[in-house]
């Protein structure tokens, strides 16, 4: 039985010409299984958004695929033409972007759009179909009354839900949410995460999780992959990442949210920016910033893929063989 | 530190606390004639900050955490209260002298590092700018002032950043430069309104650590206004919860954030993303309703529609903030 | 304003040039004029010929020479109305929005009662009322009637520049309000200022050549609309006069099209979206 969602050494680019001016995304393995939520985390410039899009089947030129491939159930989605891709949307696949509460159609009624984006799959509106996506609105808990009312006299948690209930009405088997609740409140922001876990573990379809908030993942992931320039760094289950991060980048990234309580201690950002991906460094691209950096070696050398244990890989000299060398 | 209506507040030292503000109420009006609304994004709002210390307002959208700061910096003419900055009195209607004189006083720090600074002005202009209308420089000194102030804010080597534009500096470069800003006026307070939230998380610490070690080495005092419970902990000396345009709970930090009193601030707390919170399965989180719509406040506490522990008299009535500790106080029936 | 865009934006350049053309001929007018515009000895409606290029009027005078001095005119109503139109603009507009207040108020009351009166009209009445004054007379009654909508335009404009957080930061910095306006709301609306200028002297242009066509203007002044009042008055379409009828139409379209062009560009350069990069 083939992972839900399978991305195979993927290389994505940016630009007009070839070779492109910009490798948004460089090399990155992932898979997704039905039912799991798979988080990536990074912040801007990282690559994920560009990911997404790409995974999705909704990457447009300027970007293009370099090299590798995107498999949805087993097809890969670069033999799929483009009005088979149309069709997989909604459908199979959902996308919810940042904001996205700002998606929704001012001048239409909510119901309304929903018959248009079912139209379009050839869902004829009947009884059954509102039904089904007033049903939504139940799963992601928005009163029903709702359903007829015009975007803004929504607020904008409830347009974010809606956003939600629209993605999930045709019952996607895999979900992309890229910052579905940055733009949110925090207690609304706990209610949406809360719904979209019963709503998984009711309806089985895959979640990739995309956002900068590392803290928040920990939280509701099963697995995360950290992303940085464009590469991943490290990838693991969520309690593994937490209890022993291996690259530096996580464990520096974790110590980014200052705890809710406790001692009044001083913690430190990671100092300098991420590098400029139209010259991309040699050797690690974090090694500038790299508190862990082997002088000689990861400014240079590209660092290898380690297994830690299983399920948890790490790109980094430090727990490869030259690490050995440094003792 | 307890203030007595009418007085200033007053210190051991004897000295007036750096900010001061009593029943600070701002309304706005929307809507057209004949279908005017109030919203009361700010409602009778007392409190003090002395000199030197961080006070974190915390709350979500809607709270009047903004308004507050707008209020205070006088960038919105306050409907109702007082404000005092080191004791002395605003008056209602400020003459142009008595304003920048305020100004002078109390800064502030923008949110959005994009849209804070004018795109068509090099950053020198942009820290210049309150030297020259406060005359704290003569003008062949400026550059030199405009050089110390961005090597205070880590931008070095200054004379690099001096002509750059905004476009060619990063969001934390940009936060910087409002910082440098903000500080060339020579302020006793700052209002920082959501600094770091439209930065990446691993800026946010270095951003917060040079607000802290600015704020340390002048004796600053600081409102940082967000909704980060996180950042709120790790800046200040004192937190107060808003909601709805009225304080709801205020006290020390490690108070309000390991025993909070007042049910939001137990929302909030539970809401906030923490990696220890993880695979608590058990604990449902119940949130019901939505933040209150400001044209059309309930009788009585604002928060009733959504507390767990609402009781009867907590429609009818609006508590008052009540001590709970040597320096908490809390805006709840529970306490009354 | 990005002057390196200016210089590859093939319409600005067009229209900058032709309108450069007519600012030098303007100018030189006194210089280059083959004759006397207002001498009314010539042998009247004369062909074009080799002395007199675009032939004579019904009148006896040159007509190649009255069109020369007629630039000045169309240059002068159009550029000073401009600047007069975008003056008021200025101050009822951008100043208005960004101070807000009493003074807003007033001067939206007022817009707003220009916006409704038709302007062709008001342009007719105002010119047949004040008749026989000249160019000052078309300035002054071209700036009354043509600030009002560039006036609209530029006020939504300052409002949302003053609700913008540099703005805001200036105040708080204790920057006096003419400072905000002329350093910082100004210069990031330049673009629509322009604009509105260009848009204001076309509107000028248009405006003086079409009263003075229906004989509200100085009859008696050498410009183009004056021209065709005459041509349209000596019936020159019957006598095929056809050269004394087009030129200064064509004249005064070519102008308009000139600033129209320029436009155009400054649109493009201010509003980065337009950009056809």
């Known amino acids: 039985m083939p992972p839900l969602l399978e991305i195979s050494d993927l290389t994505i680019g940016y630009g007009w010409q070839l070779p492109p001016s910009v490798v948004a995304v460089r090399g990155v393995s992932l898979t997704v299984a039905g039912g799991e939520i798979v988080g990536i985390a990074g912040e801007s410039g990282c690559g994920k958004t560009t990911l997404a899009l790409a995974a999705g089947g909704l990457l447009d030129p300027p970007g293009r695929v370099l090299s590798g491939s995107v498999s949805y159930q087993g097809t890969d989605l670069a033999s799929l033409s483009a009005e088979e891709l149309r069709q997989l949307h909604l459908t199979e696949i959902s996308m919810v972007f940042q904001a996205s509460m700002n998606v929704l159609n001012p001048i239409m009624r909510i119901r309304d759009q929903f018959h248009d984006a079912m139209a379009a799959h050839g869902v004829h509106w009947s009884e059954e179909a509102r039904e089904q996506a007033e049903e939504t609105f139940d799963l992601v808990k928005i009163p029903r009354r709702f359903f007829d009312a015009y975007p803004h006299q929504l607020s904008g ?124 460094p040699t050797g690690c691209s974090f090694a500038p910033r790299c508190p862990e950096m082997i002088a000689g070696t990861c400014e240079t050398v590209d660092p290898p893929t380690v297994r830690r244990g299983a399920d948890h890989r790490v790109v980094c000299h430090l727990y490869g063989e030259r690490a050995a060398d440094h003792g | 530190m307890v203030s007595t209506p009418g007085l200033p507040a007053e210190t051991n030292e004897g000295s007036s606390p750096a900010l001061e503000v009593r029943g600070l109420t701002k309304n706005y009006s929307v809507g057209r004639i004949g279908r005017k609304k109030v919203v009361r994004a700010l409602s009778e709002v007392s409190l003090s900050v002395e000199k030197g210390e961080v006070l974190s307002l915390v709350g979500e959208s809607g709270s009047g955490k903004t308004t507050f700061a707008r209020a205070v910096a006088f960038l919105e003419r306050p409907t109702e ?43 020198h202009y942009s820290v210049a700018r309150p030297l020259r209308s406060f005359g704290l420089v003569p003008r062949h000194a400026e550059r030199e002032a405009v050089v110390e102030l961005l090597d205070q804010v880590d931008l070095v080597p200054a004379e690099d950043f001096l002509f750059r534009y905004p476009y060619e500096l990063s969001g934390g470069q940009r936060q910087r430069v409002g910082i440098a800003r903000a500080l060339a006026a020579q302020p006793s307070l700052i209002l920082a309104d959501e600094p770091t939230s439209m930065l990446d998380v691993s800026i946010r610490l270095t951003m917060m650590n040079l607000l802290l070690d600015l704020q340390r080495s002048r004796s600053l005092s600081l409102v940082f206004i967000t909704h980060d419970l996180g950042a709120a902990y790790y800046m200040s000396d004192r937190i107060a919860i808003m909601y709805a345009g009225r304080i709801q709970e205020i006290g020390p930090a490690s108070e309000v954030m390991g025993e909070p009193k007042h049910p939001y601030t137990q929302l909030l707390r539970r809401a906030a993303p923490s990696p220890e919170n993880e695979r608590q399965q058990g604990t449902q989180f119940e949130a019901r309703g939505d933040p209150p719509d400001l044209t059309e406040l309930p009788p009585g506490c604002p928060f009733a529609p959504r507390c767990p522990f609402v009781k009867s008299r907590c429609r009818e009535t609006l508590p008052e903030l009540r001590q709970v500790g040597a320096a908490h106080r809390v805006r709840c029936v529970l306490y009354d | 304003m990005n002057w390196r865009a200016l210089r590859h934006n093939r319409r600005a350049v067009a229209g900058a040039l032709i309108f450069a053309l007519f600012c030098l001929v303007a100018l030189l007018a006194p210089v280059i004029v083959p004759y006397s515009p207002s001498d009314i000895n010539f042998t009247p409606l004369l062909h074009p010929s080799a002395s007199h290029l675009l032939g004579t009027t019904e009148n006896g005078e040159d007509i190649l020479s009255q069109l020369i001095w007629g630039a000045r005119a169309s240059l002068f109503v159009g550029l000073v109305s401009g600047v007069l139109i975008s003056l008021v603009q200025l101050v009822l507009g951008v100043f208005a929005g960004y101070v807000g207040g009493g003074f807003d108020m007033m001067a939206v009351a007022v817009t707003n009662v220009f916006l ?150 400054v649109d493009e350069i201010a509003n980065p979206r337009l950009r056809r990069d």
């Not at chain 1, 949406?192 to 990739?208: K, M």
């Not at chain 3, 260009?198 to 242009?205: P, S, T």
């Not at chain 3, 009042?229 to 056809?242: D, M, P, T, V």
Request: net charge neutral; glycine share 8%.
């Open chain 1, 157 to 280: 948690g409830m347009r974010q839900r809606a956003v939600i209930a629209l993605a999930i009405v045709l019952r996607p088997k895999l979900l992309f949410l890229d910052e579905p609740t940055t733009a949110l409140d925090v207690v609304v922001q706990r209610s949406i995460l809360q719904s979209l876990d019963e709503l998984r573990h009711e309806l089985g379809f895959g979640i990739v999780f995309i956002t900068h908030d590392l803290s928040l993942l920990v939280e509701i992931a099963d697995r995360i992959a950290i992303m940085y320039a464009g590469a991943v760094v490290e990838e693991a289950s969520a309690r593994a990442l937490y209890d022993k991060p291996c690259h530096p980048y996580t464990s520096a990234l974790m110590n980014c949210f200052p705890p809710l309580g406790g001692p009044h201690q001083r913690l430190e950002g990671i100092p300098g920016q991420p590098p400029d991906l139209r010259n991309p």
């Open chain 2, 81 to 123: 209260g007082e404000i005092f900055v080191g004791g002395r009195a605003l008056p209602r209607r400020p003459s142009r002298h008595r304003l920048r004189d305020h100004r002078r006083q109390v800064q502030m720090i923008f949110q959005d590092p994009y849209s804070s600074l004018d795109p068509l002005h090099s950053v």
């Open chain 3, 116 to 265: 409704v009166l038709p302007s062709i009209p008001l342009l007719i009445i105002l010119a047949a009322y004040l008749q026989g004054g000249g160019l000052v007379m078309l300035i002054a009654v071209i700036t009354i009637t043509g600030w009002a909508w560039g006036a609209k335009v530029l006020r939504s404009q300052a409002v949302a520049l003053r609700e913008r957080p540099f703005v805001q930061a200036a105040r708080v910095s204790g920057e006096s309000r003419s400072h905000i306006v002329f350093a910082h709301v100004v210069p990031n609306m330049l673009g629509i200022m322009v604009s509105n200028f260009f848009g204001a002297a076309l509107y000028a242009i248009l405006a003086e050549a079409g009263l003075e066509f229906i004989g509200l203007g100085n009859i008696n002044d050498i410009t183009w609309g004056t021209m065709l009042y005459w041509a349209q008055q000596g019936s020159a379409i019957l006598l095929g006069a056809w050269v004394w009828l087009l030129a200064p139409g064509f004249c005064v379209a070519l102008l308009g099209t000139s600033l129209g062009l320029l436009n155009f560009a």
